[in-house]
């Protein structure tokens, strides 16, 4: 199968961490990507994984992946109200890189 | 300027009526891709092309036909639109290669009354 699923919503104080969670189901995935979707705005790439990681980190983000439990999580370090967005994980297959498999897309709001 | 365009960004229109959504794109990518965005769904692909003369279906392509007119313009038109066809549509267009970002467009916000 290739469900990808996120939960609706997160909200966090500013300046604490966010940690956004996605689960997928098929395991053939080669990257792995956090898509964030500003109010009105499109899509843009957030950052990505390769499948044989486990870990990368970019500045304020960590992505962590357990391909053991199809996991992937996207931390957010000092949240800030502009990080306030809606943040979808995507997949793209070995055997179909033709396309993204989208996540539902997390709502993340931040409060001072 | 943006690289991935959409016109038009709103529009409302009746039930029946036939409407084309536009995307244009300047990154100079060959695969471009129509998505929708229904609120808890996330995003589904429509259609897709690889160039020119490729044209694929996605998993919700009832409905909807698409026209890949040059390297760098892809309709969506809505042959007979339907209230459920209402949601925000998005363009979007990669380069295949490597991570195969894709480069998204700002959306068209589709109602159909």
């Known amino acids: 199968g290739e469900d990808v699923e996120q939960s609706l919503f997160l909200s966090v104080r500013e300046g604490d961490s966010s940690v956004i969670n996605c689960t997928y189901t098929?395991?053939?995935?080669?990257?792995l990507y956090w898509y964030k979707q500003e109010p009105g705005a499109g899509l843009q790439l957030l950052t990505y994984?390769?499948?044989?990681?486990d870990m990368k980190q970019d500045q304020r983000l960590t992505v962590l992946l357990n391909k053991k439990d199809k996991h992937l999580s996207l931390r957010i370090a000092d949240t800030q109200t502009g990080d306030s967005a809606i943040y979808f994980c995507a997949e793209i297959l070995s055997y179909n890189t033709d396309k993204l498999i989208f996540g539902t897309g997390t709502r993340l709001q931040v409060f001072p | 300027d943006a690289d991935v365009t959409q016109t038009p960004r709103n529009r409302i229109t009746k039930t029946g009526k036939r409407i084309m959504l536009e995307c244009s794109q300047t990154k100079g990518h060959d695969r471009m891709y129509w998505y929708r965005q229904d609120p808890g769904l996330g995003l589904r692909l429509i259609y897709y092309s690889f160039d020119v003369k490729d044209i694929n279906k996605g998993e919700i392509s009832d409905g909807y036909s698409v026209s890949r007119q040059a390297q760098a313009k892809f309709s969506l038109s809505l042959e007979s639109a339907i209230p459920n066809q209402t949601a925000l549509y998005f363009c979007a267009v990669s380069s295949g290669r490597a991570r195969n970002e894709q480069f998204f467009g700002p959306g068209t916000r589709l109602t159909v009354l």
């Open positions: 994984i390769f499948s044989n990681m």
């Open positions: 098929d395991s053939s995935s080669t990257y």
